[in-house]
């Protein structure tokens, strides 16, 4: 039987995830899921987010795939731990769920000259303080200074980030990073939407401050996962084959699939509860 690594997010932003995944891996089979209906998470209590996350992944598992990453930093921080801790082992012994916070976090203290990290999020990233509590973990040298960027997803979802009014708010959430800590020479785009404003926000940045988005960093840790879980890579059916499903009408999602993940696909509107 067909098996798919199963990438979700609330929206558009995993399509970036996805993108490096199928650069890297183009081999393997892969199903997206985007619950564009219920989107945005970043604003959503804890208990929202952590239902509406386990439904999101659990009809990722039905689709019969054995591993789902969570390609939404907001799922990542809120609801990673308690499907990892308390759904998986007794509901889904066999499956795996993976974030996009840890692989990140695990390479960011390495090219850090200053010690000083920038983190660009979601409100609900940043008050989450996942990206600090993970960094401290690997890093405790490292100081890390965040930054909620409220506007950057919407901008980037109208397709305006290039329009003056759009230029404003990318420069005002870097000037604000960097008043608060004029030291950071590493900065993370802690949102998957973010990349898809590299360039602008590239120049605004200070030439040596290093950016990370996080679409190839999770790529790159998910080969070493496969290599470290043979069992799990065997599972997954090497046909170069996708799937996009969104939670929304397909028309729709489709008018924006292009900006995020350049292809000749369209998506398949699917109900998930």
């Not at 007794?90 to 960011?108: A, Q």
């Not at 919407?154 to 990073?177: A, H, M, R, S, W």
């Not at 949102?191 to 960093?217: A, M, R």
Request: aromatic content about 10%; charged content about 20%.
């Amino acid at each position: 039987m067909k098996s798919s690594i199963g990438i979700f997010d609330s929206g558009y932003g995993g399509l970036t995830v996805l993108k490096s995944i199928q650069n890297l891996l183009p081999n393997y089979d892969c199903i997206y899921l985007g619950d564009n209906a219920r989107a945005p998470y970043g604003a959503r209590s804890f208990e929202v987010i952590n239902q509406y996350t386990l439904e999101a992944v659990e009809y990722l598992f039905y689709q019969n795939c054995p591993i789902v990453i969570l390609a939404c930093n907001t799922s990542s921080a809120k609801a990673l731990r308690n499907i990892q801790k308390n759904i998986l082992p007794n509901k889904y012994p066999s499956k795996k769920v993976l974030g996009v916070i840890r692989p990140t976090t695990e390479e960011v203290g390495h090219f850090t000259k200053t010690g000083y990290v920038g983190i660009m999020g979601t409100a609900g990233t940043i008050v989450s303080n996942s990206y600090p509590i993970e960094i401290s973990k690997l890093f405790p040298k490292v100081q890390v200074v965040q930054q909620s960027c409220p506007m950057w997803v919407p901008l980037v979802e109208n397709n305006t980030f290039l329009e003056e009014g759009g230029q404003y708010y990318i420069k005002k959430y870097i000037d604000e990073l960097l008043e608060k800590e004029p030291r950071i020479d590493t900065v993370v785009l802690a949102c998957t939407h973010y990349p898809i404003l590299k360039e602008s926000i590239e120049k605004f940045l200070p030439k040596e401050v290093k950016l990370f988005d996080q679409g190839d960093l999770v790529a790159d840790k998910l080969i070493e996962y496969f290599k470290r879980h043979s069992i799990i890579d065997n599972q997954i059916s090497k046909s170069g084959n996708i799937e996009i499903f969104t939670t929304e009408e397909s028309e729709k999602f489709d008018e924006h699939l292009n900006l995020f993940y350049n292809s000749n696909y369209s998506s398949k509107t699917v109900q998930i509860i």
